[in-house]
């Protein structure tokens, strides 16, 4: 008789695979986090839209992470698309990056936003970013609908 179970095995290669993926994103995440805080420590609050974003492009590149860049999400309700978004950075499938200027993160409005991007994007978590203020805002999105594909 063998000792092989198929079910019992199946188990131990999904809970690595998921502890191997978390191990992944929270890496990503200090690096997102830090490169965040570097931009702003260099550029400070008085660069444009346009410069954050060429610097993150830069930060990214200088990392060799995969991103995405401008890409619309479509929001639909009951089936049929209502509005389409545009999401600045997805970094490396797994995190969404949102650059906002000149507004305060602390509205819920752009939380409600995040998550709804991060459900139809099937990703994990989102961060948005305002460089222009005095300190760095940064907030976190995570999506708990997310759905890990093994």
Partial sequence: MSRFNVKTD??????VIVFLMALL???????????????????????S???YIESVKYELSERKL??????????????????????????????????KGRTLLRHKIFHKQLASYL???????????????????LRRIINPNFNYQL
């Fill in 66 to 99: 995969n991103f995405r860049q401008n890409e619309y999400v479509e929001l639909e309700y009951l089936g049929k698309p209502v509005d389409k978004h545009l999401i600045e950075f997805i970094i490396e499938d797994k995190i969404l990056l949102d650059l």
């Fill in 49 to 51: 839209d346009e410069d």
């Fill in 25 to 47: 994103l929270s890496h990503l995440v200090r690096v997102v986090v830090y490169l965040c805080y570097k931009i702003n420590e260099e550029g400070g609050p008085y660069l």
């Fill in 119 to 137: 459900k139809e994007k099937n990703l994990p978590l989102a961060f948005v970013v305002n460089f222009q203020s005095r300190r760095l805002q």
């Fill in 10 to 15: 199946n188990r131990k290669i999904t809970h």
